[in-house]
């Protein structure tokens, strides 16, 4: 799987846009980009994740670049709860690689 | 739905003592995985499952055992328990090859004394 790398800490005033980067200049053409958030204490949970197109749901909005070399993860609106260690992974979907490679992702503080 | 559960969510051993922690999940997933996190560090995969009667190593599986009779449960025992297995277990699943969305559980905090 590619490596990725990240700012280990950001901060974000509450209400405001969070953008989260994520450099993966070794991805290949059939890994995907997923994004995980663990709150303290707590299990990962799944964000998003996409190919090439821009994606966005409920959560967040996922931009990647046109290169695939970069993403963005942006949380339009952060709130206290988004507090959490934010996790950018690269890998192949499916198959056998089935394993998922947690770095030491961006911890995200939303001030009030 | 519950998700994933797991259970004990605190557990204290002494060394050489043997443990098994156990988890379900009721979403009929066929993948099943079991992480630590050691402070600071990312999670690391002990042992997977692709389906029942599959089990596979990951990357730290020395200490643990894994079984998978059932597509619901996944236990994780410990054989005998060193400091060095003090630690939170994260469980996951994820329903099939298609999607890699994956389900965590709880989490359980393991002290071994």
Redesign the interface.
Known sequence: DAKTTQPPSMDCAEGRAANLPCNHSTISGNE?V?W?RQIH??????II?GLKNNETNEMASLIITEDRKSSTLILPHATLRDTAVY?CIV?N???SN????????TLLTVNP | NAG?TQTPKFQVLKTGQSMTLQCAQDMNHE?M?WYRQDP????R?IH?S?GAGITDQ??VPNGYNVSRSTTEDFPLRLLSAAPSQTSVY?C?SRL????????????TRLTVL
């Open positions: 995907y997923y995980y204490s707590q299990g990962p949970q799944y994740h996790y890998m979907s499916g198959g089935y394993k998922l490679t947690f770095g030491k992702g | 994933v993948y995985s600071g560090m990312g999670l995969l997977y692709v990951g990357e994260f996951a099939a090859v298609i999607t890699d969305t994956q389900y965590f559980g709880p989490g």
